[in-house]
């Protein structure tokens, strides 16, 4: 909001002693038959702001700037000459103190010279000298330490190995020996062939062998001879022919829906009666007369629904 300290037109000191500005507001706007509320609805004010301009309380204002603003508009809406009005506002808050005060210390600021700021530099130059030097010297310092402690840990580790049982190995030459020897003699006895059948026979030194380690040969050849077979299993037959199998020994009002949601059945069985029924499971059961059921099979087995029972209406699930 700009204001306005020059008038257009020079008003005489007499004319500006005499005007009232709030009655002059206020008449103006009985005369136009403007209320208080249309006046601040057009300055875009509270109505306590218009009240006051009227009333020549312009303390109310936060500042003289602000009252000096909403006057000149207050006049333009009353199509009042806005000169004289503002000329007699500035006579009136000529020796009234100004809202705006100066400014009257400025803090002085800080500058290299200062013996603060020169102390802090000298402070971070001094720690950037020390890392500049004495980190990469302990760097080196812990390199060396790791190095030093490598050997000596491999060296540990070594010592704690567990020494492995020693092994004759003169008796361990001698027996990969026989092995060898005995191989050649193993694969001609199995290959040769009476009558056109094949021999699976072991030969008298590796049966020796065996006996030495004390394992039966006779064992070792029925093991070899006998040919395990795959025994496919046999697919199960179902012993029922209805999932869902229910007797009546009274009238009951039955419900029974699958999977799918299709009633399978809706109605009321009577006495001695039965129901089988086969469709997608889960079902959804309703038994209207719980007591009227003697026995309830699904899948071939029996079905206890007393857990479901409230009443003597029965709501279960067969899963």
């Not at 046999?234 to 199998?245: A, F, G, H, Q």
């Amino acid at each position: 909001m700009t204001t306005e300290f020059q008038t257009d037109a020079p008003v005489s000191k007499t004319n500006i002693d005499t005007i009232n500005i709030g009655k002059r507001l206020k008449a103006k706007r009985l005369e136009l038959e403007f209320d208080e509320r249309y006046v601040a609805t057009e300055l875009k004010i509270p109505i306590d702001q218009v009240r006051a301009l009227e009333a020549n309380n312009f303390k109310y204002f936060r500042s003289s700037t602000f009252a000096r603003g909403f006057l000149k508009s207050y006049c333009r809406l009353l199509s009042i000459e806005t000169s004289e009005m503002l000329n007699a506002f500035d006579a009136e808050r000529a020796d009234a103190e100004s809202t705006i005060k100066p400014v009257d210390k400025v803090n002085r600021q800080s500058h290299l010279g200062d013996p603060i700021v020169m102390f802090i530099s000298v402070v971070i130059v001094a720690v950037l000298v020390f890392l500049v030097f004495w980190w990469p010297a302990q760097s080196t310092d812990d390199v060396s330490v790791v190095e030093e402690s490598a050997p000596s840990s491999e060296q540990a580790a070594v010592e704690e190995t567990p020494s492995e049982p020693e092994v004759d190995v003169n008796n361990a030459t001698e027996e990969s020996q026989d092995l060898s020897e005995s191989t050649p003699e193993m694969t001609a006895a199995e290959d040769v062939a009476d009558d056109g059948d094949v021999v699976t026979g072991l030969s008298a030194e590796t049966m020796a062998i065996l006996e030495e380690a004390g394992v039966n040969p006779d064992e070792v050849v029925r093991a070899t001879s006998e040919v395990p077979t795959e025994v496919s299993p046999e697919p199960v037959l179902p012993t029922y022919s209805d999932e869902v199998v229910i007797a009546f020994d009274a009238d009951c009002w039955t419900e029974v829906r699958d999977a799918t949601g299709k009633i399978l059945f809706s109605g009321v069985k009577s006495a001695g009666s039965e129901l089988s029924l086969t469709g997608k499971a889960p079902y959804r059961v309703v038994l209207g007369y719980a007591k009227g059921v003697s026995s309830l099979t699904y899948k071939g087995n029996d079905f206890d629904f007393s857990s479901f029972t409230r009443k003597d209406l029965a709501r279960f699930e067969l899963k």
